[in-house]
């Protein structure tokens, strides 16, 4: 059975756990419940348009925040993106109306917060990621099964590579 809260999945955790550890600041556009040990959740940004979530750093859509993040000049160099897998996941099991396309203008938005240097994580039924057009590239991939006929969720990481930094590498 696929979990409701991705990251409380020891599969998923594991997936971004070293990156986490050394990331120096990370954004969660769709923050969920999960949060992590005290040490690591100081360098999060967890955003939620649900209210009811615990400990969020900014109650509303992503849409919404990221803009306002990225007038105030903030950078992340890591994003762990988890949206509703699809609109009947968004509309069934979390309190939002979440369509794929705001799922894009949101990759748009992250895009314009992330440092030179970052690494992505995005979670879902597909591995389109960050992808190509936004400057990433996809460097693992690991594919949970839930067994039965669930959907298998898919992990995704991906680098940018369109900065200055690694072109000259
Ligand atoms: C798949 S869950 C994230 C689970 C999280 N990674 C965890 O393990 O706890 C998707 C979350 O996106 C939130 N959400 C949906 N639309 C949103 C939006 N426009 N902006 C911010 N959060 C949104 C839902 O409330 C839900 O908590």
């Known amino acids: 059975m696929p979990a409701k809260w991705t990251f409380e999945m020891d599969a998923a955790r594991a997936f971004f756990w070293r990156d986490l550890q050394r990331a120096g600041s990370v954004i969660v556009p769709y923050a969920g419940k999960t949060r ?17 979530l615990p400990d969020l750093d900014f109650v ?6 990221l803009p ?3 007038e105030k000049g903030a950078r992340y160099n890591m994003a762990l993106i988890d949206p509703p897998f699809s609109e009947y996941m968004s509309n069934h099991w979390y309190t939002s109306t979440e369509r794929q396309n705001d799922v894009a203008r949101a990759k748009d938005l ?14 879902g039924f597909s591995t389109t990621g960050m992808g190509a057009s936004r400057g990433f590239t ?7 099964n839930h067994g039965g006929n669930h959907w298998d969720t898919h992990c995704l990481r991906e680098i940018r590579t369109n900065s200055t930094l690694v072109k000259f590498l």
């Not at 992590?36 to 009811?52: G, H, I, M, N, P």
């Not at 992250?110 to 979670?123: C, I, P, Q, R, Y």
């Open 60 to 65: 509303g859509k992503c849409q919404e925040v």
């Open 138 to 144: 996809k460097t693992h991939l690991r594919i949970i």
């Open 68 to 70: 306002k993040l990225a």
């Open 36 to 52: 992590f040990d005290a040490e690591t959740r100081k360098k999060c940004c967890f955003v939620d348009v649900d209210e009811s």
């Open 110 to 123: 992250v895009e314009k917060v992330l440092s030179d240097d970052a690494v992505v994580f995005t979670f």
